[in-house]
């Protein structure tokens, strides 16, 4: 990713989007998304972040990479 990526989630229910370093630091928390969500990283620096959308009963998780 450069400066956003989309993450696309089920069209039902209410997910929760956390981005976090590899450490675990929370660098981005989004609330009630749902269907097609384009997130803006142009913010981060450059390198490895776990995404993860959570809805109560369904937990999606992937890497990013994040480079200019």
Same mark, same amino acid.
């Given at each position: 990713a450069q400066n956003s990526? #989309? $993450? @696309?989630?089920?069209?039902? =229910?209410?997910?929760?989007? @956390?981005? #976090?370093? $590899? #450490? =675990? @630091? $929370? $660098?981005?928390?989004?609330?009630? *998304? *749902?269907g097609s969500v384009s997130i803006n990283v142009n913010n981060l620096a450059d390198g490895l972040y776990v995404v993860k959308a959570t809805d109560g009963n369904s937990i999606l998780m992937n890497k990013l990479i994040k480079r200019h």
């Open positions: 990526f #989309t $993450v @696309r989630l089920p069209e039902q =229910g209410n997910f929760n989007i @956390r981005i #976090t370093e $590899v #450490t =675990g @630091r $929370v $660098v981005i928390n989004e609330s009630g *998304k *749902k």
